[in-house]
């Protein structure tokens, strides 16, 4: 990954059992199945570490996975709140109250 501008920088990422980064360090962790990569400074892969697997050697980064993620948190945005939900659940029954709606 390194070769692209910037300075290079050696950091160590772990990985999650289906194979995306889910943490990096500056320095050895210690935890199993750790690797070490050079990367440079500006590299994408320190930025949405999540969104990259550790394949043949090299980090991939996963355009389709990061798609997915982006979708998730657009309709995660766009779900009403607990806050919300009840006060459309009280605002729905005091209509049926105070209206004698169906």
């Given at each position: 990954?390194?070769?692209?501008?910037?300075?290079g920088?050696?950091?160590?990422f772990?990985?999650?059992?289906?194979?995306?980064?889910?943490?990096?360090?500056?320095?050895?962790?210690?935890?199993?199945?750790?690797?070490?990569?050079?990367?440079?400074?500006?590299a994408?892969?320190?930025?949405?570490?999540?969104?990259f697997?550790?394949?043949?050697?090299?980090?991939?980064?996963?355009?389709?996975?990061?798609?997915?993620?982006?979708?998730?948190?657009?309709?995660?945005?766009?779900?009403?709140?607990?806050?919300?939900m009840?006060?459309?659940?009280?605002?729905?029954?005091?209509?049926k109250?105070?209206?004698?709606?169906?």
């Amino acid at each position: 990954m390194s070769g692209k501008g910037g300075d290079g920088l050696r950091i160590y990422f772990t990985f999650s059992p289906d194979g995306y980064v889910n943490g990096y360090w500056s320095i050895p962790s210690g935890i199993e199945g750790e690797l070490s990569v050079d990367v440079d400074n500006d590299a994408e892969v320190l930025q949405v570490p999540e969104v990259f697997q550790y394949v043949n050697g090299e980090l991939v980064k996963d355009e389709a996975y990061q798609q997915e993620l982006i979708e998730q948190e657009e309709q995660r945005k766009n779900q009403p709140s607990d806050e919300e939900m009840n006060a459309m659940a009280i605002m729905d029954l005091a209509s049926k109250i105070l209206g004698g709606g169906e």
